[in-house]
């Protein structure tokens, strides 16, 4: 964000932070892997990352309105 102080307001950096955290574990794993499968399986669990975030945020949005 500071090379680019226009997006400031647009990028929630915590939840970069946090996919870079995520992300970081399955390192050591994805590194041996083909570029093929390296990006495949990078893109298939950050695909369901976001379907369980957002299961969970429709979860709590349904709690609060029933």
């Given amino acids: 964000i500071g090379l ?4 400031c307001g647009w990028i929630n950096s915590q939840t970069a932070e946090q996919l870079f955290s995520d992300m970081s574990k399955s390192s050591y794993f994805m590194n041996c892997l ?7 399986l990078m893109r298939n669990i950050l695909h ?10 429709l979860e709590d949005f ?4 029933p």
């Fill in 4 to 7: 680019v102080p226009e997006l």
């Fill in 34 to 40: 083909s570029p093929e499968s390296h990006i495949f």
């Fill in 48 to 57: 369901h990352r976001n379907e369980r975030l957002n299961q969970q945020a």
């Fill in 62 to 65: 349904r709690k609060v309105h």
